[in-house]
Every structure is written in C-alpha cells, then in structure tokens.
C-alpha cells in the first residue's frame, strides 16, 4: 500500500463517523396517540348536518365498491368531509384544528418526541413519513416546535367540489416517496404498524411503537429479521 492510500484512511473513517443519520419517523401512532387526520374529518362531521347527510347519501356508492377497495369507500367519506373547501379554507379549517389538538392533554406520544428530539441532538436527520395530509401534520409538528423537520405526507387537490386525495401517502408510497425526495438509504425506522414493513425493511434498525407480540411477530416475518419493540407513552 502507498503512503497516498494511507494517509486517505483516517480522513474517510473521520467522514463515515460525521455523516449523519437518517432515521424516519411515522406520525399517527408514534407521536400521537390516534390518527390526527381521521380525528380532523370526525371533528368536521361532528359540527355539520348537512355532511352527515351527504355521507348519508353516499353510503350506496361506498357499499358498491367496498368489496372490492375499501380505500375507495374510504375516500369517498373524505370526498364529503372536505365538500366545499378550495385550499385556503382547507388550509385554515387544518390549522385552526391542529393547533387545538395540540393543546389537549395526553394527546401526543411524549416518549415518541423525547427520542425524536434526542435524534435531533446527536445531529441526524429526521423525516417524518405518514399518511397523515401534509398540511395538518407540518402545522401540528410547527406547533410542538418541530417545524423545521422534513415531512413527507399525504396530499390533497382542488376539485370542482372541494378538496380531493391527490396520494396517499401508505405502504409502498412511503419508500416511493423517499426515493423522489432523494433519500435512498435511512438507518432507523419508527413505526406502530404492519402496513410500514416497506419502510421498515431498508432501515438497519426497525423499531415497532406499542405493538403486541402477535403484530411483533408478524413484523418480524414480513422483514425477515428481527427489530426492536419499544412501549412509548
């Protein structure tokens, strides 16, 4: 070996140890307890008549395609929800609710944003990765002073009625997602659910959030390799 070649070796393994890390973060499960978007959509029927009755009627549509994709059955209560919003009023009617989840108590995952914070710390980089809509989740991380993390979500769309799923951001999505982003290797992912194992299987470390043994398991066969479980509250 020359003395060139030599003296690179100290500089590289300086370089590998002050790369950062990469490590993902899902959201509903992991850093709130609940699905903020599914808690956005029951508030806004909650307040409105006239969107119970437009689920009312759209329940022969959902019935139809239910066996075949629930999802569409899904989106189509959504679709309800978000009836007459064009962005702006979307945008407000998200934040205005955020900012009122992150005022309830015991709402978030004080554990999941103690070990996201300490990642932040040590100098990796956080991304959140959900299905969560983009515009709640940013707001709410803003909220809880986390505005600065990079977030890959859910998006919506205008449509002639109101705002409408442009993706959904689950499963395959996820590593879709970071692909586009440019992030193509990550070193730790957090997760609490089976529909991650996408996400989960590239990262060095798996971590599952509040799963039982059974969905462990599950976990572990779909990875084919063993992760860390953790209980977060």
């Not at 020359?2 to 003296?7: A, I, K, L, N, R």
């Not at 499960?29 to 006239?50: N, P, Q």
Request: glycine share 8%.
């Amino acid at each position: 070996m020359t003395t060139g070649e030599t003296s690179l070796e100290p500089v590289a393994a300086e370089a590998a140890v002050a790369a950062p890390r990469t490590v993902l973060f899902d959201f509903d499960g992991v850093l709130i307890h609940g699905d903020a978007f599914y808690l956005f959509m029951r508030d806004r029927y909650r307040r409105s008549w006239l969107r119970k009755l437009g689920a009312l009627c759209a329940v022969p549509w959902m019935l139809l395609v239910a066996p075949f994709s629930r999802k569409l059955a899904e989106r189509a209560l959504v679709h309800v929800g978000l009836m007459g919003l064009n962005e702006h009023r979307y945008r407000a009617a998200a934040e205005t609710f955020g900012a009122g989840l992150v005022r309830r108590p015991r709402q978030f995952c004080r554990d999941g944003l103690n070990a996201l914070r300490r990642h932040q710390a040590s100098g990796d980089r956080v991304i959140v990765v959900t299905g969560c809509e983009h515009v709640l989740v940013s707001h709410i991380l803003a909220q809880l002073g986390l505005g600065g993390i990079d977030v890959l979500a859910s998006q919506l769309r205008p449509g002639p009625l109101g705002m409408r799923v442009k993706l959904h951001n689950v499963g395959r999505r996820k590593p879709a997602q970071l692909a586009a982003f440019g992030v193509s290797e990550w070193h730790v992912a957090y997760s609490d659910s089976l529909a991650d194992a996408p996400m989960l299987k590239p990262a060095a470390e798996a971590v599952l959030v509040n799963g039982t043994p059974k969905l462990c398991k599950k976990l572990e066969k779909a990875l084919g390799r063993t992760i860390t479980r953790v209980d977060w509250f």
